[in-house]
């Protein structure tokens, strides 16, 4: 019990992770459409590691008793700051009492679920490689494979337009005898990429990945490929301020999480949730490559009603539907409790996101007001 309590001071006292935290880029592939980019890149990526220390140090702070208000009113305070943004986007929150650290019971499945996703950034984002050091696809198969990054979709750049008759690079096979059925079903080539093929209909359709309107990136599982589209390298996105300097006092009260989650390493943050949370298996235990872990979860409302527009399915991204993907279980919406609540919660990508973002940029109170920073009470 003595010790139990000492190291919660500890931790109530000491930062649980350093300004000088540095991602290594080498467990990666960076493809040179990313050179420009190299250290706007590497920033964001320890950002992200700052992130998710944050965020795996307060889940570890509230996995102890919380401290008496009395005798330690500033952990106290910390303990409570970090249970309320657990229930707003994690669905759960920590148990007042406990005296020992993760136990059996649901809410220990939950704390291991969410610290599993961000132990393994933490660690991996830090280690010599990846995890799966070569990627998930059949090209992890290849001689010193590492999943890949690639920055924007300029031809030539990013990727090689390949027609019918052209050869595939590095081989002396033509496109149409490599990939017939394509050419047969209509395609008029393929972006190509480091043996990864985006086909077209039309001769050097564009865009390549980023075809849904407001999409910045994603994760391409088939093609062991994070990519970041266009939108995310423009001066006015790079010049957006970073979650360290919005700690360092750049955030009012009143701002509202949503726009100060828009610079790269939040994006980069919300992929790696998708990466580091791996994917489903079959039996044997190989990959399947479209089920991912962490994924996008389908939107709900305030009553926990499945949300669909022009007869496409809402996915939960953005404060709103974060916050209503968490909610607890209620009279109001027990007909829909399948839908929301921790276990949904996740293995949701923004609402690992969220709860992150409020561990490191930890000044305001974002729950309180629905997302709208204001000051803690």
Same mark, same amino acid.
């Given at each position: 019990?003595?010790?139990?309590?000492?190291?919660?001071?500890?931790?109530?006292?000491?930062?649980?992770?350093?300004?000088?935290?540095?991602?290594?880029?080498?467990?990666?592939?960076?493809?040179?459409?990313?050179?420009?980019?190299?250290?706007?890149?590497?920033?964001?990526?320890?950002?992200?590691?700052?992130?998710?220390?944050?965020?795996?140090?307060?889940?570890?702070?509230?996995?102890?008793?919380?401290?008496?208000?009395?005798?330690?009113?500033?952990?106290?305070?910390?303990?409570?700051?970090?249970?309320?943004?657990?229930?707003?986007?994690?669905?759960?929150?920590?148990?007042?009492?406990?005296?020992?650290?993760?136990?059996?019971?649901?809410?220990?499945?939950?704390?291991?679920?969410?610290?599993?996703?961000?132990?393994?950034?933490?660690?991996?984002?830090?280690?010599?490689?990846? &995890?799966?050091?070569? $990627?998930? !696809?059949? /090209?992890? #198969?290849?001689?010193?494979? =590492?999943?890949?990054?690639?920055?924007? %979709?300029?031809?030539?750049?990013?990727?090689?337009?390949?027609?019918?008759? &052209?050869?595939?690079? $590095?081989? !002396?096979? /033509?496109? #149409?005898?490599?990939?017939? =059925?394509?050419?047969?079903?209509?395609? %008029?080539?393929?972006?190509?990429?480091?043996?990864?093929?985006?086909?077209? &209909?039309?001769?050097?359709?564009?865009?390549? /990945?980023?075809?849904?309107?407001?999409? =910045?990136?994603?994760?391409?599982?088939?093609?062991?490929?994070?990519?970041?589209?266009?939108?995310?390298?423009?001066?006015?996105?790079?010049?957006?301020?970073?979650?360290?300097?919005?700690?360092?006092?750049?955030?009012?009260?009143?701002?509202?999480?949503?726009?100060?989650?828009?610079?790269?390493?939040?994006?980069?943050?919300?992929?790696?949730?998708?990466?580091?949370?791996?994917?489903?298996?079959?039996?044997?235990?190989?990959?399947?490559?479209?089920?991912?872990?962490?994924?996008?979860?389908?939107?709900?409302?305030?009553?926990?009603?499945?949300?669909?527009?022009?007869?496409?399915?809402?996915?939960?991204?953005?404060?709103?539907?974060?916050?209503?993907?968490?909610?607890?279980?209620?009279?109001?919406?027990?007909?829909?409790?399948?839908?929301?609540?921790?276990?949904?919660?996740?293995?949701?990508?923004?609402?690992?996101?969220?709860?992150?973002?409020?561990?490191?940029?930890?000044?305001?109170?974002?729950?309180?007001?629905?997302?709208?920073?204001?000051?803690?009470?």
């Amino acid at each position: 019990m003595v010790r139990v309590r000492h190291v919660w001071l500890l931790a109530g006292l000491m930062p649980g992770f350093s300004a000088a935290a540095t991602a290594n880029l080498g467990i990666w592939d960076v493809d040179s459409s990313c050179t420009q980019y190299n250290t706007y890149l590497q920033d964001s990526f320890n950002e992200v590691l700052l992130m998710a220390t944050a965020a795996r140090d307060n889940l570890n702070f509230a996995l102890l008793k919380r401290p008496d208000a009395e005798k330690y009113p500033d952990e106290n305070k910390k303990w409570n700051k970090i249970a309320f943004a657990m229930g707003a986007t994690l669905g759960f929150f920590p148990d007042k009492k406990r005296e020992e650290t993760i136990t059996d019971n649901l809410n220990g499945k939950y704390y291991k679920a969410a610290l599993a996703v961000y132990n393994k950034i933490v660690d991996t984002l830090q280690a010599a490689q990846n &995890d799966p050091a070569n $990627g998930y !696809s059949h /090209l992890s #198969s290849r001689v010193d494979a =590492k999943p890949k990054i690639i920055c924007g %979709e300029d031809e030539n750049v990013a990727f090689q337009w390949l027609g019918p008759q &052209d050869k595939i690079p $590095g081989k !002396s096979i /033509l496109m #149409s005898n490599k990939f017939t =059925k394509y050419f047969l079903g209509g395609s %008029e080539g393929a972006w190509y990429n480091d043996e990864r093929f985006f086909f077209k &209909d039309q001769e050097k359709e564009t865009p390549v /990945l980023c075809m849904d309107s407001g999409l =910045k990136a994603a994760v391409y599982w088939g093609w062991d490929l994070v990519h970041f589209c266009p939108s995310m390298f423009t001066d006015a996105v790079r010049n957006l301020p970073t979650p360290t300097a919005l700690k360092n006092g750049g955030v009012n009260a009143g701002d509202d999480i949503d726009t100060l989650m828009m610079h790269l390493s939040s994006i980069l943050l919300h992929e790696m949730t998708h990466w580091f949370g791996g994917l489903n298996t079959n039996p044997d235990g190989s990959y399947i490559l479209d089920s991912p872990i962490v994924d996008d979860i389908q939107a709900v409302n305030s009553q926990g009603v499945l949300q669909t527009r022009n007869g496409k399915i809402v996915k939960t991204y953005r404060k709103h539907y974060v916050f209503n993907l968490a909610m607890q279980k209620s009279k109001t919406n027990k007909a829909n409790a399948a839908n929301f609540g921790p276990a949904k919660a996740l293995r949701n990508a923004d609402n690992l996101n969220l709860f992150a973002f409020m561990s490191y940029v930890n000044q305001y109170d974002f729950v309180r007001k629905g997302g709208i920073a204001a000051d803690f009470k």
